[in-house]
C-alpha cells in the first residue's frame, strides 16, 4: 500500500488561508473517518492537530479545520501565523493489516 | 499529561540487533494500543508496528517482518522494539506512539537508530 499523496510544498502570506490535500483510496482515506494530520517543526516529534478528519484536540487553534470529500481529505490553516511553518503529514486507519496505518509524503508550510 | 520517553537507540553494524524501549507515563498504559513509527533522514512518517493493549494482537510493515519484534510489559508500563538483522534502510529516528481510537494521538521525543559500517 503506497503513501497517501500530498503537495510537496505549499505556501502563503501571513493572515492568507491555505489547504493541503491528502489524496488516498476507497481503502484508506475513502473508507474510514480516520484521518488524522500531524504539524512537525524540525527536529521535534509530530504533533496531533486534527483527528477524524475534522476534530481538533484541545489547544490546538481553531484556524486549523479539516475535511473530507471521497479519497481526498484536507487541511486548511485560515489566518497564517509565522510559527505555523512546518511539515505537515496527514494518516489513515487502513482496511490492511499492514499497513495498519499509512502516512501522507508531507506537506512543507512556508509562510512568506 | 502523557509521556514517552524511548531509548536505546544507537550505531550499529549491518546485520546487527537493537532493542528500542519506550517508557511511559501519565496514563493507564495497559489500556491502549501502542505503535512504533520510523521517519527516515529528511523523509517523511513510516508506521513500523502496532501492539493492542493485552497484545493480543500485533502487526508489522512489510519492510520489517520477519526482522522486528514488539512487545511491551503493562507491569512497568513499557514497549518495546527489538530490531535483527539491521539494514542501512532501517536508519531513522524511532518514536514510540499511542493510540486512541484507531489514530496515533501522542508521540515520544524519538531515538535515532544508525545502521552503517
Not at chain 2, 517508557?23 to 493492542?52: C, D, H
Request: aromatic share 10%.
Amino acid at each position: 500500500q503506497s503513501a497517501l499523496t500530498q503537495p510537496a510544498s505549499v505556501s502563503g502570506s501571513p493572515g492568507q488561508s491555505i489547504t493541503i490535500s491528502c489524496t488516498g483510496t476507497s481503502s484508506d482515506v475513502g473508507g474510514y473517518n480516520y484521518v488524522s494530520w500531524y504539524q512537525q517543526h524540525p527536529g521535534k516529534a509530530p504533533k496531533l492537530m486534527i483527528y477524524e478528519v475534522s476534530n481538533r484536540p484541545s489547544g490546538v487553534p481553531d484556524r486549523f479545520s479539516g475535511s473530507k470529500s471521497g479519497n481526498t481529505a484536507s487541511l486548511t490553516i485560515s489566518g497564517l501565523q509565522a510559527e505555523d511553518e512546518a511539515d505537515y503529514y496527514c494518516s489513515s486507519y487502513t482496511s490492511s493489516s499492514t499497513p495498519l496505518y499509512v502516512f501522507g509524503t508531507g506537506t512543507k508550510v512556508t509562510v512568506l | 499529561e502523557v509521556q514517552l520517553v524511548e531509548s536505546g537507540g544507537g550505531l550499529v553494524k549491518p546485520g546487527g540487533s537493537l532493542r528500542l524501549s519506550c517508557a511511559a507515563s501519565g496514563f493507564t498504559f495497559s489500556s491502549y494500543s501502542m505503535n512504533w513509527v520510523r521517519q527516515a533522514p529528511g523523509k517523511g512518517l513510516e508506521w513500523v508496528s502496532s501492539i493492542s493493549s493485552s497484545s493480543s494482537y500485533i502487526y508489522y510493515a512489510d519492510s520489517v517482518k520477519g526482522r522486528f519484534t514488539i512487545s511491551r510489559d503493562n507491569a512497568k508500563n513499557s514497549l518495546y522494539l527489538q530490531m535483527n538483522s539491521l539494514r542501512a534502510e532501517d536508519t531513522a529516528v524511532y518514536y514510540c506512539a499511542r493510540e486512541v481510537r484507531t489514530m496515533i494521538v501522542d508521540w515520544g521525543q524519538g531515538t535515532l537508530v544508525t545502521v552503517s559500517s
